[in-house]
């Protein structure tokens, strides 16, 4: 049971720290970022390039990791989202976009740097004790960056004038404008933070699992479930769910077998949707009136 | 005289381009011709119906290929533990589509659109990961053991639609073009219906707009349930023609490289608009064949194709097409008069 | 072990038609790969003009492209010394390589149908194609021309035995996958038998990747162990990929197994596997199947990489002709390519051109009399490459394996065991299985208490 719990914790926190980042714009703007998994897959490739390929020390890593994540969130903007934002169809017409501009993202990386799996340098070794067991410092760090981040994004939203300008622009893009809110840039620094915190997750994530162009495929998959279960937008509730999902993940690794992990996640998913159309701890509406 | 009416024209001209499509394996093209001819009649076929779905109906599935998998597997598993011939099981290949649409169509049908992309998506992943992670043994040949689905690997060798032993050596490429022509035709006619019933346009007033359209009370889940079940009977059918002439059905085909290639093709056409997935079809065939040296930024060059139509021409190929027709149309009375 | 040096100065370039007939057989002798052979067969025949087309259709884009631009070079390199020593009874060779991409099986039909359709090839000598699923057999068979291959599938042999009469000229040019699993037990009751490795059970636990691949050596591995004295006493299937190891692990090491065999390839995902399992490792050795092949798993798991055992059914043997391969190979194409890929398809043109020059010449797309008679010759003529003996078992057209299937290495391709003695190095592992090719010794890993 120490292992399930150990995993869980681990496991939660990379999840959260990667559902935030998409729970973020779906929640204020309703747009679903299908390029989610890209833009993990340009943070972890940011961080590999500066300290690989640049020499620079390990723990410059992850704010290359953001670094690149904002990077890319600004150009989704400047060439997608500002062209469809707030016009008929947006809803799936900025889905359509974003698939394929993952598409375009994964195929540079493939073509450009190359196919082939490294190691991501943004990592520290040893343990701590703790009575019987121990916990790896890569884990303990994981979990210090995952908690910070979602404690800033909060705190931004919530207490700071561009968090209000957020809200409002969430709400109604219309009267936001005719308040003087240039909802342009209000739109672009939400996509540029949410692709900073989605890169730095890239980073994290990679450090179990290697670094290759596809690697963001599986966390988006991940994210997705989690928002919808955490409810739209919620970004408490994303880190709920985040955790629950995890144990839920690990369970059934440990006791059905390690590929019952993920098909277990996505039954779960739809059943949540077809059962409490709002997610599980969702307030808003996202059935149909 | 008499004015002919749209749909009519629409018939008209799918009866005429099927007439003519009929005829190009007497003009002696190879068999690599057929066979890539062949694939991309499929994949119109397979768009015809998502663009129903999607374009028209307004029921934001990315989960179509799902039912594809369901009639291909019907066909495949059929043939390979029952020894059913890819004929006869054609139509139980429709009806595992359907199923599936229906099972779909009822999870979705009370959520709004990304909620309604996460679902249709999520099951197309629960089918994938369950045929990839599938080994245990259940079929034994002398030198090794195969699980029921055949894992990734795919199935093959059950059967295909027997044009060579029917016709004679080197029929199969023209037979099974002409299969495939069959199924488009098919899948274009009800797309055709649809497009010019009632329900059609009950769905346009409702993608035009929603809260006029819900304020004359236009209730359209019904309509949706039937159009996607509808759409899954066709795909379900286009899948086992396409695993009866390919030969081999594997999980690859819902991976996110055909759902992207699929998705180009109907925005490129021109989403919600009839004739969109057969012109998208063919731009992106005449794009795939004649850009092979850079096979490498081929899903890239969909993309780009994708996202510049969908932001600069939003109506595609055939939105531009009808207008530009709309335009001589004008011209011509113009100077009659 | 000592290493063997070739027995003279690597085999200089031959492309020049120009290069005089003595200095030609004097460099060709140097690694005998068959260029001799073929100008001697070539100057006992009439001469005929013209062309030959030899198709291949291998990934040159995305992601398995490492290994199919090895491919081309192998083929580029056989076709380039053949042509120098005359063609193929003075046919000029020439090649067409056509991008199977993602190696699936639509890709590869269609490769294949624009291979003899369009450009009319007498041959397909290819890499490999791991999803095509045998679907391009049949498009071959109709157009009875000679197709070699080395997809590594007992596929292979289901075919062929279907209908060996229509299936007649596809070859598999190494042994099927299925011998990994049936190798194993042996290579293990081998260094059981050494007594450097003293296992407290018999137990191997097994874990088995999604992909067929992995679950048919999984199966043979199962169906093997019994007669070497070995039992599978755990085996759990994992998704790929897999790069959380810690539930899996946990269950392993709960039974202590003397064998770890995990099945799934990738090196990354395997690299992994090692650096958690050496977190709280158990007495047991760990067999991985090709991952630790590439340098990538030892960069990937660094020092735990130490120890780990792997296998290949294919591989540039550490004797004379492997390294004089080796050289040649890396003069060509830089220092940074991989020489094993490269050897197979070198291989199999040779012994393809041989084949057909002795028939008399080759068969076009439709000629079914002179490409049987390549294929008889094919199966008659065994053939000496840098990976050992390929020879065709007339039951199921594909290469044999030594010492699972002959135990005679003059007659069967070795299967080759490797254990990673230096992650840090520039070759990692090193040859410790089957003799007389070994070129170091079995040694307990570190991590056993």
């Excluded at chain 1, 998913?269 to 159309?277: E, K």
């Excluded at chain 2, 969908?310 to 207008?323: F, K, M, N, V």
């Excluded at chain 3, 190891?245 to 395997?270: C, E, S």
Aim: hydrophobic share 50%.
């Amino acid at each position: 049971m120490t292992d399930i719990l150990a995993t869980t914790l681990g496991l939660g926190a990379l999840y959260a720290a990667s559902a935030v980042s998409l729970a973020l714009i779906w929640g204020t703007f309703g747009m679903l970022n299908l390029a989610h998994g890209a833009f993990i897959t340009v943070g972890a490739y940011a961080s590999l390039l500066v300290v690989r390929d640049l020499g620079m020390p390990w723990w410059t890593g992850v704010f290359a990791g953001a670094a690149g994540g904002a990077t890319i969130g600004a150009l989704t903007h400047i060439l997608l989202v500002s062209r469809v934002f707030a016009r008929p169809a947006f809803e799936i017409n900025i889905i359509i976009l974003t698939m394929a501009a993952a598409t375009i993202m994964v195929d540079g990386i493939n073509n450009l740097i190359g196919p082939a799996t490294a190691r991501q340098p943004f990592s520290i070794d040893g343990r701590i004790a703790f009575g019987a067991t121990s916990i790896a410092w890569q884990t303990v760090m994981m979990i210090a960056i995952s908690v910070a981040l979602t404690a800033a994004l909060t705190l931004v939203l919530r207490h700071t004038a561009l968090g209000r300008s957020i809200n409002a622009v969430a709400q109604e893009p219309t009267a936001a404008r005719l308040n003087g809110i240039a909802v342009g840039r209000i739109v672009l620094k939400v996509m540029m933070i949410s692709g900073a915190v989605a890169g730095v997750s890239g980073v994290l994530i990679t450090h179990g699992t290697a670094v290759y162009p596809t690697v963001g495929q599986d966390p988006l998959l991940k994210a997705l479930i989690i928002c919808v279960i955490g409810g739209l937008g919620s970004i408490p509730g994303a880190v709920v769910a985040a955790f629950l999902l995890a144990f839920l993940e690990t369970l059934a690794q440990y006791e059905l077998g390690t590929k019952w992990g993920s098909p277990v996640l996505l039954i779960a998913v739809v059943a949540v949707l077809v059962l409490r159309p709002n997610g599980l701890f969702g307030t808003r509406d996202i059935a149909r009136n | 005289m008499t004015r002919i009416s749209a749909q009519r024209q629409d018939y008209l001209l799918l009866a005429a381009l099927t007439a003519g499509l009929a005829l190009l394996p007497l003009t002696g093209q190879s068999n690599y011709v057929l066979g890539q001819a062949t694939l991309y009649l499929i994949w119109a076929a397979v768009v015809s119906q998502w663009n129903l779905v999607l374009g028209v109906a307004g029921i934001m599935s990315i989960g179509n290929l799902a039912l594809f998998a369901a009639g291909g597997y019907a066909v495949a598993l059929l043939g390979l533990y029952h020894g059913v011939s890819p004929w006869a099981s054609l139509p139980v290949a429709a009806l595992a589509g359907l199923v599936m649409a229906l099972l779909m169509g009822l999870a979705t049908l009370r959520l709004r659109g990304a909620y309604t992309v996460v679902v249709t998506l999520a099951i197309a992943m629960v089918m994938y990961q369950l045929i990839v992670t599938d080994v245990d043994c259940f079929r034994r040949t002398p030198s090794a053991c195969y699980s029921l689905t055949g894992g990734a690997r795919g199935l093959t060798r059950f059967g295909d639609f027997g044009f060579n032993d029917i016709f004679g050596y080197g029929a199969a490429a023209w037979g099974n073009f002409l299969l495939a022509l069959a199924v488009l035709a098919a899948c274009m006619a009800a797309a055709i219906t649809v497009v010019h019933s009632p329900y059609g346009r009950a769905f346009q007033a409702l993608r035009d707009n929603e809260q006029v359209a819900r304020a004359r009370g236009i209730r359209v889940e019904k309509f949706q349930l039937i159009v996607f079940a509808a759409a899954g009977l066709f795909t379900g059918l286009a899948g086992a023609v396409y695993a009866g002439t390919q030969r081999t059905f594997g999980p690859q085909v819902l991976g996110f490289p055909t759902l992207l290639f699929l998705l180009s093709i109907m925005i490129v056409g021109g989403r919600g608009r009839v004739w969109g997935p057969v012109l998208g079809t063919l731009c992106l065939a005449l794009v795939q064949e004649n850009l092979t040296s850079m096979a490498q930024w081929q899903g890239t060059i969909y993309a780009v194709l994708l996202i510049l139509i969908l932001i600069l021409a939003p109506e595609g190929l055939a939105g531009g097409l009808s207008r530009l027709a709309a335009l001589v149309r004008a011209r011509l009375k113009g100077g009659a008069a | 072990m000592p290493k063997m040096k070739s027995g003279g100065p690597p085999a200089p370039p031959l492309a020049a038609p120009t290069l005089g007939r003595r200095a030609f057989l004097s460099s060709a002798a140097t690694a005998g790969f068959g260029a001799a052979t073929l100008a001697g067969i070539n100057a006992g025949h009439a001469q005929k003009s013209g062309t030959v087309k030899i198709g291949q259709m291998v990934s040159l884009t995305g992601p398995l492209a490492v290994d199919g631009v090895e491919h081309r070079n192998g083929l580029a390199m056989a076709i380039e010394e053949i042509n120098a020593a005359g063609g193929i009874l003075g046919m000029q060779v020439e090649s067409v390589v056509i991008d199977s991409a993602n190696q699936t099986a639509e890709e590869v039909s269609s490769a294949t149908n624009l291979l003899i359709d369009r450009e009319g090839v007498c041959a397909i000598i290819n890499g490999y194609n791991v999803g095509a699923n045998q679907a391009e057999y049949d498009a071959i068979a109709d157009a009875s021309i000679i197709y070699i291959h080395y997809n590594t599938s007992i596929g292979h042999h289901e075919v062929f035995e279907s209908d060996p009469d229509r299936y007649f000229g596809i070859f598999m040019a190494d042994p099927a996958e299925s011998y990994y699993g049936v190798g194993l037990p042996v290579m293990l009751d081998r260094i059981r038998k050494q007594g450097i490795w003293q296992p407290k059970n018999n137990k191997i636990a097994l874990i088995t990747g999604s992909l067929p691949y992995s679950i048919v050596i999984s199966n043979a591995i199962r169906d093997t162990a019994a007669q070497y004295g070995f039992e599978v006493s755990f085996e759990e299937v994992v998704p790929v990929p897999t790069t959380e190891w810690g539930a899996v692990l946990r269950k392993v090491r709960d039974d202590a197994p003397a064998v770890i065999a995990n099945t799934h390839f990738y090196p990354g995902d395997l690299a992994q596997c090692q650096v958690q399992f050496a977190q709280n490792p158990t007495d047991s050795l760990f067999y991985y199947q090709y991952g630790p092949l590439l340098k990538a798993f030892s960069d990937l798991a660094g020092e735990a990489a130490r120890g780990v055992l792997t296998s290949s059914v294919i591989g540039i043997l550490p004797d004379a002709m492997g390294n004089a391969f080796r050289e040649t190979y890396h003069a060509k194409f830089g220092d940074a390519a991989e020489a094993d890929p490269g050897a197979s398809t070198y291989s199999e043109m040779y012994h393809y051109a041989i084949a057909a020059a002795l028939a008399g010449g080759v068969g076009e797309p439709g000629n079914h009399d002179q490409n049987r008679k390549i294929a008889d010759n094919l199966r008659r003529f065994v053939y000496r490459a840098p990976f050992g003996t390929l020879r065709y078992d007339p039951r199921f057209n594909a290469a044999i394996p030594y010492p699972t299937l002959s135990n005679d290495p003059s007659l069967a391709m070795p299967h080759l065991l490797y254990q990673i003695k230096d992650p840090g190095a520039a070759n990692p592992k090193k040859l410790i299985y089957p003799e007389p090719y070994n070129e170091a010794e079995f040694e307990l890993p570190p991590w056993f208490a």
